[in-house]
């Protein structure tokens, strides 16, 4: 029987997918007849090493009145909202952090879809993921059933909260503050449409004192009725990433949020973009 190259199955490479780079394919014979002893060595680390935390401040939360879902994220960590934001229209949002694993979003999502309630998805998710007790992760349905989980072995301060329509969690920050204030930061503003209520969470908790590692990146991701994103805007790399996110979304409500009216959905085709009704709706919104 032909000897493989023997890989521990990690956090960032579980069994039940393909290893990074692949080589768990590779028999023994051809690895070492084409990689130094150096290079082996780098390759074994890089296989088997966590990825750096993704130590984050995250919030996900839905309108009872409107039945949008969102998620909204923050963190020393480049283009944060990349790996942890997840959602989908009519079925729920999903926050991955600390040592985060994408897969928990993507198929959280699946199982949200498929009927089951928020804590019965972070459940299974949890069953199935080796390196659970290093991640967070925090979940809504599309009912406002939450579900939030906390590992063993997050880097501290860390921890969760949930409330009514909405979940919150952190890592690496300067305290529990942090995760208070954005808690009562969206509970007071139950009058404000959903991006603007998970917007004033993360401003919330960056004023209580955020990742204590310091700042970087920010996402703010809603859904509506379609599958396409109602929100989406990122601040990948900034010095001060709420502060930017803040601006590019009060610029969207002049410049992008408008011409909502414009795009398809699946029982329309939508409307031209011409001109005209671009110069009618940039009127009603300088007006």
């Not at 084409?34 to 309108?63: A, D, K």
Request: hydrophobic share 40%; with cysteine.
């Amino acid at each position: 029987m032909t000897r493989l190259w023997p890989i521990r199955a990690s956090a960032q490479c579980p069994r039940r997918h393909q290893p990074a780079l692949g080589f768990d394919l590779l028999p023994v014979s051809y690895i070492l007849s084409h990689f130094t002893h150096y290079q082996l060595s780098i390759i074994h680390y890089q296989m088997n090493r966590l990825p750096p935390p993704i130590s984050t401040f995250s919030i996900v939360g839905r309108c009872p009145r409107t039945r949008m879902l969102g998620v909204g994220v923050a963190s020393k960590y480049l283009a944060v909202g990349a790996v942890c934001s997840h959602t989908q229209a009519g079925t729920g949002a999903i926050s991955t952090q600390a040592y985060g694993n994408p897969y928990l979003g993507i198929d959280g999502l699946s199982l949200l879809q498929r009927g089951f309630e928020a804590p019965q998805a972070l459940e299974l998710l949890l069953q199935q993921d080796p390196g659970r007790e290093k991640r967070q992760l925090i979940i809504i349905d599309h009912q406002g059933r939450t579900a939030a989980f906390t590992g063993s072995e997050t880097d501290a301060w860390c921890g969760h909260v949930q409330g009514e329509n909405y979940a919150a969690a952190g890592n690496i920050l300067t305290g529990e503050t942090v995760i208070q204030a954005m808690a009562a930061a969206f509970e007071q503003s139950t009058e404000e449409e959903l991006a603007e209520r998970l917007l004033r969470a993360l401003e919330a908790g960056q004023q209580a004192g955020g990742d204590r590692r310091g700042r970087q990146a920010a996402h703010l991701q809603v859904v509506h009725t379609e599958a396409w994103k109602y929100v989406d805007l990122r601040v990948d790399e900034h010095p001060t990433p709420l502060i930017e996110l803040r601006r590019i979304f009060e610029l969207a409500k002049q410049e992008l949020f408008p011409f909502r009216a414009l795009y398809p959905t699946r029982s329309s085709a939508g409307q031209d973009w011409d001109l005209d009704e671009y110069d009618r709706l940039s009127s009603s919104i300088e007006g």
